[in-house]
């Protein structure tokens, strides 16, 4: 037969968990297999398909028009549904295809592949070219699963999901058409009578007509829907987990990049997380924070896996592609209970209007989720940091960089807040940025506290100036009076201005569970760094927190726990390993501790806080030689600049010479090591806590 180039409608298919069947009962398998292909084989000749071949457990059909294709698929699926125990995945594409014998070829068989690999089980996933043929019959609904880069296709296709009540529903009134004899054209009229909780997202498709439906009615919704009544079975089932799931939940996954240079990586996180700070700002909406969400970055997870581990009901993930000042960004809101969209939409836009979109994001979402939102957070979410695109593509780099956290990416951040101030002198978001910036330098860079912090207080003092609505800058301030000006009246303060501004701000709840537990106010400290976690439940350094206040609450064996918990979240987190050897050392279990204050310095080199630590852990241990030479390498670190006073401190607390301790420890009160007001409830510092001396320091910090 000579070969035969042709336009055709191509359906894919494949049995959920074949494999797995076959190893298990081949004899069963073979049954499957069977049944598949005869009742395969029945709906494609009804439909004036043609069945080309099975590939294994697939089967490989073509047709000539989109309609009949999705028509036969539905009618399959209605089948296998009803009548079998198995399930199949199939995916339709509409494309060139050459027919050779009894074979077909083509890009557009591999596209049809690839897109059924997408679909859930039972499911059918369609590409734009099926969609745009089919969008307009009646009683199909589809959801948009968004731009998917397909294995061995060059350019990302659009892919759409069959509705799965569209299928649902179909049988059902087949149903009742066998029962009542109806005529199948009546059942297509009932289709459309049958209500759909997706009717309200669907509708939505274009960013303009989101706006009439949001001021029009949308603030009007009550808190309780049938929505959340529908996830009632699933709420009580992870309840029993210990897990309560918020109400209105959502996670911001980070946004893919499809820019043809693979280099707007920055830009992605950035939108991302710009999306995850304005939807912060309405209180009936619980919003997991940026590292959380960020932690599955770059990782095949199913979307109802990654609801679970971070406790919301649903997840916003898309894409940009950007090229110049041309903007395309995909969303789609998704269901973790069932993996479904709730909404998804596409802008093709310029850079300049990347504020617009991401305000029509949030508020489609605030419509989605039927959440009650006041004028005022209207006005928040609406509100621009900056007009200037350059200022906000540098800010978002800063933030890329700030979120890093060593020493080397902290100053790079620094930078380019600053170029992004230089852009917009009006721009508060990048002054917080750039304040938030210069306090984390002295626990990563060893840096005077004197000449970072005031340079802080002049940055975020002028966020505040254009914008007091900003909780950041609050925490920021409540950090700066906590370890730089001992005001505590005021730290407290800026640290429940903070929360009251954004309840959502897990940071400000972090920060203000430290504060509290330098008071001794534990109870309080639990509640607020379990707070911080229910907002970002899979960030190291709350994790490592929570550690922190079972430490000084002296349940050193759940601290352990906790600590090892934080290990297993992230290994290469650094902060987590110090405290646990710090236990070790105070339990007495000195190998444990030495071997563990020894990977900090595998993982962030010699640094003055990770060697004084392992310095006290030697000296305990009795391997004075090594704790002397860290106290060289220390005294050598000083004669280059770095503030470690507080450090030689603590490897003499540990050789037990008091009088060099208490010497040293008056030498860092000048430099304002953050760590000293943590001295007061500390176990680490039992062994000195009765000496007048060590009453004196807390003195010098008003703490006494």
């Known amino acids: 037969m000579k070969e035969q180039r042709k336009l055709a409608a191509i359906i894919f298919t494949d049995i959920v968990g074949y494999s797995g069947m076959m190893s298990k009962d081949e004899k069963l398998a073979m049954s499957v297999l069977l049944k598949n292909r005869n009742v395969q ?35 399959i699926q209605k089948i296998i549904s009803s009548e079998f125990s198995f399930q199949l995945r199939i995916g339709i594409h509409i494309g060139d295809i050459i027919i050779s014998e009894s074979d077909v070829f083509g890009d557009g068989v591999n596209i049809a592949s690839r897109i059924q690999a997408l679909c859930e089980p039972g499911g059918i996933c369609i590409s734009q070219r099926v969609y745009e043929d089919i969008k307009n019959k009646s009683g199909i609904k589809v959801d948009c699963v968004g731009e998917k880069l397909l294995k061995n296709i060059d350019q990302p296709v659009s892919i759409y999901a069959i509705a799965a009540e569209c299928i649902q529903n179909i049988l059902v ?18 289709a459309k009578k049958v209500p759909s909780v997706r009717k309200l997202y669907i509708g939505i498709s ?28 699933t709420e009580g089932s992870f309840k029993r987990k210990a897990k309560a799931i918020w109400t209105n939940s959502i996670a911001v996954l980070p946004f893919t990049d499809l820019s043809p240079d693979k280099d707007q990586e920055y830009f992605c996180d950035g939108i991302s997380e710009e999306l995850i700070n304005v939807m912060t700002q ?21 979307i109802r896996d990654i609801g679970e581990k971070l406790n919301v009901k649903t997840i ?20 973790v209970n069932n993996g479904y969209h709730l909404w998804s939409q596409t802008y093709n836009r310029e850079l300049k209007d990347v504020f617009t979109i991401q305000n029509e994001i949030a508020l489609t979402i605030v419509a989605a989720l039927k959440t009650n939102l006041l004028l005022n957070e209207k006005e928040q979410i609406e509100k621009k940091s900056t007009e200037n695109t350059e200022a906000y593509q540098l800010y978002l780099k800063g933030r890329f960089y700030w979120n890093k956290r060593t020493a080397d990416d902290i100053q790079k951040a620094i930078d380019y807040f600053t170029q992004a101030i230089e852009k917009d002198s009006a721009y508060a978001m990048a002054y917080a940025g750039l304040a938030a910036s210069y306090i984390l330098l002295p626990e990563y860079a060893a840096i005077s506290s004197e000449d970072i912090f005031a340079k802080a207080i002049i940055a975020v003092k002028k966020a505040l100036e254009l914008d007091p609505t900003l909780a950041e800058p609050h925490a920021v301030l409540g950090i700066i009076k906590t370890e730089y000006e001992w005001d505590w009246t005021g730290a407290e303060l800026e640290y429940k201005k903070a929360i009251e501004l954004n309840p959502n701000y897990p940071t400000a709840h972090h920060w203000y569970n430290i504060y509290l537990r330098n008071f001794g106010r534990l109870d309080e400290a639990y509640r607020e760094v379990k707070l911080a976690l229910e907002r970002d439940p899979l960030s190291p350094i709350i994790n490592v927190n929570l550690g922190d206040v079972l430490y000084i609450m002296r349940q050193y064996d759940k601290a352990i726990e906790q600590y090892l918990k934080t290990i297993e979240l992230d290994p290469d987190f650094a902060s987590a390993y110090s405290p646990l050897g710090v236990v070790y050392a105070l339990q007495g279990k000195f190998d444990n501790a030495i071997a563990e204050l020894r990977k900090v310095q595998t993982i962030i080199r010699n640094t003055p806080y990770s060697l004084s630590r392992l310095g006290f852990a030697y000296a305990r241990s009795g391997d004075k030689s090594q704790a002397l030479q860290i106290l060289d390498d220390l005294f050598t670190f000083r004669e280059q600049g770095y503030k470690v006073a507080f450090d030689i401190a603590i490897v003499y607390y540990g050789l037990d010479d008091r009088a060099k301790t208490f010497e040293w420890l008056e030498k860092s009160l000048p430099e304002r090591d953050f760590r000293l007001p943590r001295m007061k409830t500390e176990p680490f510092w039992d062994g000195i806590r009765s000496d007048m001396r060590f009453i004196a320091l807390l003195k010098k910090m008003g703490m006494e």
């Open 41 to 75: 084989k029945d709906a494609i000749k009804k439909f004036n398909g043609e069945f080309i071949k099975e590939i294994g457990d697939g089967t490989l059909s073509i047709f000539q028009s989109s309609w009949d294709a999705v028509s036969c698929a539905i009618d």
């Open 173 to 190: 009134q087949q149903r009742s058409d066998e029962e009542t004899h109806s005529q199948s054209g009546e059942i297509k009229r009932n």
């Open 206 to 233: 274009t960013a303009i007509v989101t706006i009439i439906i949001l001021i029009a009615g949308y603030f009007l919704f009550p808190k309780k829907t049938a929505l959340n009544k529908s996830l009632s079975n």
């Open 282 to 302: 309405i209180p009936e909406l619980k919003v997991v924070a940026r590292t959380s969400a960020f932690s599955f970055k770059g990782k095949e997870i199913d």
């Open 316 to 335: 916003l993930e898309g894409s940009v592609r950007k090229s110049g000042n041309q903007l395309r960004i995909s969303a789609q809101l998704i269901d």
